[in-house]
């Protein structure tokens, strides 16, 4: 298996714009978990989902924040319009029990 | 909320010696995990300790759990250079599904 699968892996946009991050979790997995890691304040659950439907999304920061799970096996998190304090490193992980596999990442910069 | 909170921030050490770090949390648990994370790399699932155990194994890794004191501790016995990385725990807080991940402890392991 390849894994959880995240693109883009780097992305620079200018402060208003809109970015969409896009994750493939592996095969199997029923539950998918998105977090934003930055030093100032850690590794932080944004939304989680089981069976493709969102179950807890308290994490999400602010309505710019959206994530949708049309399908067992892709999950987008959108920002619009995007700010440079949502600079980060987001990660996407699955799992089927407690174990949590991440993906590699997206480092977003906002200009 | 920040359930876990790992002990200490960073820690230096030499090849060969054993690291140690301390992780405390808050509410009642029924699991805890500890993660590795390589620097720009996702994280990677270490060991689960349920909570009826009080020390697991696996290789040079030995993690014990106090339920009482509320706090877990991992142990890299004879450490190596490629064991530099971050360590994270990670709770259930009040017995969810989500873990709910600490600022974890910077390990740098000298050659």
């Known amino acids: 298996d390849a894994g959880v699968i995240q693109s883009p892996r780097h992305e620079v946009t200018e402060m208003g714009q809109e970015v969409t991050l896009r994750c493939k979790p592996i095969?199997?997995?029923?539950?998918l978990f998105w977090y934003r890691q930055t030093m100032m304040r850690g590794l932080e659950l944004l939304i989680y989902f089981n069976n493709n439907v969102p179950i807890d999304d308290s994490g999400m920061p602010e309505d710019r924040f959206s994530a949708k799970m049309p399908n067992a096996s892709f999950s987008t998190l959108k920002i619009q319009p995007s700010e440079p304090r949502d600079s980060a490193v987001y990660f996407c992980?699955?799992?089927?029990?407690?174990?949590?596999?991440f993906g590699p990442g997206t480092r977003l910069t906002v200009l | 909320s920040q359930q876990g909170e790992e002990d200490p921030q960073a820690l230096s050490i030499q090849e060969g010696e054993n690291a140690t770090m301390n992780c405390s949390y808050k509410?009642?648990?029924?699991?805890l995990q500890w993660y590795r994370q390589n620097s720009g790399r996702g994280l990677v699932h270490l060991i689960l300790?349920?909570?009826?155990?009080r020390e697991k194994h696996s290789g040079r890794l030995r993690v014990t759990l106090d339920t009482s004191k509320k706090s877990s501790s991992l142990l890299i016995t004879a450490s190596r250079a490629a064991d530099t990385a971050s360590y994270f725990c990670a709770t259930d807080e009040n017995y969810g599904q989500n873990f709910v991940f600490g600022p974890g402890t910077r390990l740098s392991v000298l050659p």
């Open positions: 509410t009642s648990i029924n699991n």
């Open positions: 300790i349920r909570s009826n155990e």
């Open positions: 992980a699955s799992s089927a029990g407690h174990e949590q596999f």
């Open positions: 095969s199997g997995h029923d539950y």
